[in-house]
């Protein structure tokens, strides 16, 4: 399969949940799991340990998780970049 | 799928370290080793981990109208095996439970054992089946990467039902409720897992399929097509 199509194929998967549920809150499912807990144990659940630190904000939040996907994309663009270019010296050297 | 920090009772949090520390710890040795005997598997190691940084980062909408997140350890898994897969999870789940307080350090042996282990060990031997049986390559990675995927909720599903069961109906009561929220709505995620990992692997054959023979991951004709 070409790649193009396979990327085609991602943005379809991920555009169809909006059609099929347009109202959707579109929450963590693992809030959803602390409400299933708080459920099943009558609510008398309480977590025995917090987080040792947390980010103070959701914008700090977003921004580490932003900051996790940029270092591994630095790290894949640049084996697919190195390789392709390498791969390519070495073609025109082999000429 | 993370299991958020607390939310594990005893004996159920130190059970899952006892199960999941010494995995990592082969891991590691299992690393040291690859690598000594081909330094060159270095830059696929930093890939392999560097991929599931990116996708477990990314939480997408599913249909079930929630948002979760994939991976990426098909393509470890698939390189390495889930030794050394589960060493690279071990420590995006490290950084996901101290800088974003998602996960936590109390459940950070169990969630190893679903998304580094167990996971990715189904995921696994779909590929080994999959290389048995000759299937496309393209097929055998999307299937790896896919089941690789919903394993891991499927497990995470299990580690709540059996810490949490039900007051009516038990464990399995539980069960079926944690397997809606988490599996059900992982199943679109696991499709796009699976095609981005086809992607990812395809732009690997095609430019480092020299290091997938040697690692034995592919065979020596099939350097050239990747169609």
Redesign the interface.
Known sequence: MKTPIIFLLILVVLLVPFIINENAEWGGADAQAEVAISEFTGGTYEPWFSPIWEPPSGEIESLLFSLQAALGAIIVGYFIGYHKGKNSVEEVQAR | ???????L?GPWWYLWFVFSVPVVGYGLWRMKKVVEENPNVK?LL??A????????????????????HPTGTGLSVILFGPSVTALLSSI?LL????????G???TWGANVASMGILGPLVGWLVFIASRKVNLNM?LAVFLTAAVADLATYVVTSIQ?AVA????TGGVLT?FK??FV??AV??V?LA??EG??T???F??LVE??SDLLVHMNVIKPAEEVST?
């Open positions: 799928m993370h299991i958020m920090e607390g939310f009772p830059i930093a890939l981990g560097a991929f599931v940084f990116v996708l477990s980062s990314l939480k997408l909408p599913s249909v079930t109208g929630s948002c979760s995006v950084y996901q439970a101290l800088l974003l307080a998602h936590g350090l109390t393209n709540l949490f069961p039900a007051a539980s409720a944690f929220i988490f709505t992982q679109p499709i796009v095609l981005v086809v992607v990812i395809k732009y430019l480092r169609e």
